[in-house]
């Protein structure tokens, strides 16, 4: 199956984030916010899309170039990587527990206060952080490539944010440099809560009915949708018969199902069997902020990829601009039944983390642990991560052949792709 350990990653910690982020204000406090020195209009800043998540380069108080993941899912910066929070010497000011999502229990991690940070030409000053004790996310086995955090809320909140996934950049503006206008795409009112963007009006058809949701625009998620306190509930969506390991939280591994949401509807748009998790309330305890009402769930990357996305937080919109070549791709998931990750430290060996039961991978005695060397008559090392991912649900029908090794045994396995729900 496709890696989906990005399922709402960070998206519910409890902390006060008013110890972190700013209430959204005006740009003219731009020594704190996000800025930049030279006279232009816009920062580019490139990234690299590993998994559907966005990578873009960062610095905290003058360190070497850092990967972080822009995460619209969080309010707070994290910094994952602990090693670098020594390196940086980096001063505790207090220590935390925080809760997400996950079957374990919190974690430690401590506030940092009075960090600059820096994205290309764009500085921010004074600016509170979390590192945590220990790298229990590891996100570079997951995602394929060494990632040292994650940055949200603290971009986003006084600069008008594009992401373009087709030419792979981040365009920043001051809001009084961004004016509307259709050809831009179209514009949907958004929410902000807890420093997190949610959509209005995305209608999910299921067999029953059709509801418009609140959803959270989660850049930080690999899945397409996930749909909160439906598991379980066949007589509104098709699911799979077994539990998938969907993800990894802050708290420890996501459990739930994997099921198709019958047509989802944004504006003019709509898809068909679109693909969506729906975790297990034991693994996905929903926190949610006190008077709001309804949150259904999250839309992430594989959505969020097929359009040029432009955020602005202050004025409450979110505008949508489809990538033609995109826009109508089949949502597929779960057609091998294999959960890969990627071996430390250059993420270009890969072994098994999990096999679904009653799945092809299954079928052919498929282990956790197994490390593939070659696919599809290539070396593995030929490969991304997220590459292998892509090929392992690109056409149901489509043979992949695998050699493994196990112990000191090596195996040669074929499987064929098929959907699982």
Known sequence: MKNRFFIKLCVLLLISTALFAQKPKAVKEEYISFHWKKPKKTVYIPFDLYSNL?????VINGSDTLKFI?????????????????????????KIRVNGVGMGEPISANIVIDVRLGIGEAQANRQSIIFLDTDVLDLSSFVGTKIHGIIGA??????VVTMDYLNRKIE??????????????????????????????????NKRSTTSDLLLLDSGAG??????????????FHLSEYQFQLGKGLNGIILGHLGRIKQVGLGPWK????????????????????GVSPVSGSIGGEFLRRFKLTFHYLDNYVVFKPIASRLNRPFEEGLSGLTLVAIAPEFKRFKVESVQDGSPADDVDFRAGDEIWMVNNRKATEYRLDELNRLLQTKVGDKVMFLVKRGTEIHLKEITLKRLF
């Not at 603290?154 to 600069?159: A, E, G, V």
């Not at 440099?177 to 514009?187: A, Q």
């Open 54 to 58: 966005v990578i873009i380069p960062l």
């Open 271 to 290: 898809w068909k069997d679109v693909v969506s998790s729906f975790p297990d309330s034991l693994s996905y305890q929903v926190k949610q902020m006190q």
């Open 70 to 94: 822009l995460d619209t899912g969080v309010g707070t910066t994290i910094l994952s990587d602990p090693a670098v929070a020594k390196k940086l010497e980096l001063k505790s000011v207090r």
């Open 223 to 236: 899945h397409a949708f996930s749909i909160e306190g439906q598991t379980g509930d066949t007589t509104k």
């Open 154 to 159: 603290d971009l986003f909140t006084n600069l």
């Open 172 to 205: 920043l503006r001051y809001p009084s440099n961004y004016r509307y206008k259709p050809s831009k795409g179209i514009k949907f009112p958004i929410t902000i809560l807890d420093n997190k963007p949610y959509i209005h009006g995305v209608n999910l058809t």
